[in-house]
């Protein structure tokens, strides 16, 4: 099982708003390590979507946001998009493995 | 900017070794921090470990350490994942991508350029 845990799946129609959690504990996201999201498209390798919590790389539209609060992060995407449909895997650091770790991912369906 | 570059697909059987490598563009490549990840059929990912070419500096994940070796070679801009001796588990794709470290160097952040992925199939 992964370290950081996510919903297996989430689900919205185009337009609508979805969130993702992900929920670690005090060796990691409670630890106050920054929490990063990657987007997996089917066949492809993750691309960087957030970064240090609430940042956006160069290119990523601001539909996507994301948030840290105590022992987990969130992961918000308004205006869904057919194009949004993917995995989407949170990432931080465990100070008790000296290891960077992953959620298990969200694979989020546009309806 | 970088780019991470993998070899290709390979298809081994168990108890064979295998070294995939991860090849930068760039001059500056010594001097990035170089991770792997493993994705296997169907599931999520898994950071293996991580090397900083300047230096050779590798850190594992707990539950990869003795599995894997890790090594680059910065004359060449390449990073390597080798196993002495494939089980049927270690089918995958793996990847190579560029982690940064934090602001005060204490501990390992995002990663932001991923090469493509090699996929390894071990198989009788």
């Known amino acids: 099982h992964s370290v950081l845990t996510q919903p297996p799946s989430v689900s919205g129609a185009p337009g609508q708003r979805v969130t993702i959690s992900c929920t670690g504990n005090?060796?990691?996201?409670?630890?106050?390590?920054?929490v990063h999201w990657y987007q997996q498209l089917p066949g492809t390798a993750p691309k960087l979507l957030i970064y240090?919590?609430?940042n956006r790389p160069s290119g990523v539209p601001d539909r996507f946001s994301a948030s840290k609060s105590g022992t987990s992060a969130s992961l918000a995407i308004t205006g869904l998009q057919a194009e949004d449909e993917a995995d989407y895997y949170c990432?931080?650091?465990?100070?008790?493995?000296?290891?960077?770790?992953f959620g298990g991912g969200t694979k989020l369906t546009v309806l | 900017e970088v780019q991470l570059v993998q070899s290709g697909a390979e298809v081994k059987k168990p108890g064979e070794s295998l070294k995939i490598f991860c090849k930068g563009s760039?001059?500056?490549?010594?001097?990035?921090?170089i991770a792997w990840v493993r994705q296997m059929p169907g599931r999520g990912l898994e950071w293996l470990g991580i090397?900083?070419?300047?230096?050779?500096?590798?850190r594992y994940s707990p539950s990869f350490q003795g599995q894997v070796t890790i090594s680059a070679d910065k004359s060449i801009n390449t990073a390597y994942l080798q196993w002495s001796s494939l089980k049927a588990s270690d089918t995958a794709i793996y990847y190579c991508?560029?982690?940064?470290?934090?602001?005060?160097?204490?501990?390992?952040?995002?990663?932001?350029?991923w090469g493509q992925g090699t996929t390894v199939t071990v198989s009788s």
């Open positions: 991508a560029r982690q940064s470290l934090s602001m005060f160097g204490d501990y390992y952040y995002a990663m932001d350029v």
């Open positions: 760039g001059d500056n490549f010594a001097n990035l921090w």
């Open positions: 090397i900083y070419p300047a230096d050779s500096d590798t």
């Open positions: 005090s060796s990691n996201i409670g630890a106050t390590y920054d």
């Open positions: 240090g919590n609430i």
């Open positions: 990432q931080s650091y465990d100070s008790s493995l000296s290891a960077s770790v």
